[in-house]
């Protein structure tokens, strides 16, 4: 019988802190562990719950299919003030292996002034980092029974697969309404740079895993029985 993969898997947040209501970027990669070169696999998972109480606010479910990782928007205009939530990633439904990271949800500020509620969404994706320069968004929908088409109001089908620029005023809004399960594709111009970095952050995690945690393990066994 085959054994399960079980990749390495890196999971980041940009950034790791917004106000309710603004978009917020996810990026996860998986990678092989012997050779650490991205690996494809067929079906990643994710799901995203409060910190504080577990609330689900984003049901687990596949965000992609036979590929080696994501980058994609998400709102938050279902999730609360002076929270933080856990984005779980994994190519297992049962979250083993999995990877996570947090973000927050901060306060809201009273001192900056009012903006059109179109282009909220995507004023912090303007990258500081030349790295992180977007090229397009494409919307993505979970393609299933449960997307809103006609006669329903608003209409996510409409938007399927459709490509905005940076820079359009016909941007949809993420979420488009309560629940929604659509989300934003963000193609960066250098996605290859990112991957590298994320890479060397897995480096990181497989060295942790390998050294740290059994030096660790030693230690307080050590200190336990007084050796």
Same mark, same amino acid.
């Given at each position: 019988?085959?054994?399960? *993969?079980?990749?390495?898997?890196?999971?980041?947040?940009?950034?790791? @802190?917004?106000?309710?209501?603004?978009?917020?970027?996810?990026?996860?990669?998986?990678?092989?562990?012997?050779?650490?070169?991205?690996?494809?696999?067929?079906?990643?998972?994710?799901?995203?719950?409060?910190?504080?109480?577990?609330?689900?606010?984003?049901?687990?479910?596949?965000?992609?299919?036979?590929? @080696?990782?994501?980058?994609?928007?998400?709102?938050?205009?279902?999730?609360?003030?002076?929270?933080? +939530?856990?984005?779980?990633?994994?190519?297992?439904?049962?979250?083993?292996? @999995?990877?996570?990271?947090?973000?927050?949800?901060?306060?809201?500020?009273?001192?900056?002034?009012?903006?059109?509620?179109?282009?909220?969404?995507?004023?912090?994706?303007?990258?500081?980092?030349?790295?992180?320069?977007?090229?397009? +968004? *494409?919307?993505?929908?979970?393609?299933?029974?449960?997307?809103?088409?006609?006669?329903?109001?608003?209409?996510?089908?409409?938007?399927?697969?459709?490509?905005?620029?940076?820079?359009?005023?016909?941007?949809?809004? *993420?979420?488009?309404?309560?629940?929604?399960?659509?989300?934003?594709?963000?193609?960066?111009?250098?996605?290859?740079?990112?991957?590298?970095?994320?890479?060397?952050?897995?480096?990181?995690?497989?060295?942790?895993?390998? +050294?740290?945690?059994?030096?660790?393990? *030693?230690?307080?066994?050590?200190?336990?029985?007084?050796?």
């Amino acid at each position: 019988m085959a054994q399960p *993969i079980r990749p390495l898997i890196v999971v980041e947040a940009i950034p790791t @802190s917004v106000e309710k209501g603004q978009t917020i970027a996810l990026s996860a990669r998986f990678f092989d562990k012997h050779t650490l070169l991205p690996l494809d696999v067929s079906r990643i998972y994710m799901t995203i719950t409060s910190e504080k109480d577990g609330t689900v606010v984003w049901p687990l479910e596949i965000v992609r299919k036979n590929a @080696s990782g994501f980058d994609i928007m998400i709102g938050t205009d279902d999730m609360q003030h002076d929270q933080f +939530y856990l984005v779980r990633v994994s190519n297992n439904r049962n979250l083993s292996p @999995s990877a996570a990271t947090t973000f927050e949800i901060g306060k809201k500020s009273t001192i900056l002034p009012i903006i059109p509620l179109l282009i909220t969404p995507l004023l912090f994706i303007e990258p500081k980092d030349p790295d992180r320069e977007v090229d397009k +968004y *494409i919307f993505r929908t979970q393609m299933d029974a449960r997307v809103c088409q006609p006669p329903k109001e608003p209409n996510c089908k409409e938007h399927e697969n459709q490509e905005f620029k940076p820079g359009d005023t016909n941007i949809p809004h *993420i979420p488009v309404h309560l629940r929604c399960r659509c989300t934003m594709d963000v193609i960066y111009k250098d996605p290859d740079k990112i991957t590298a970095d994320m890479r060397s952050a897995a480096l990181v995690g497989l060295n942790y895993q390998r +050294y740290k945690v059994p030096l660790e393990a *030693i230690r307080v066994i050590s200190s336990k029985l007084k050796v």
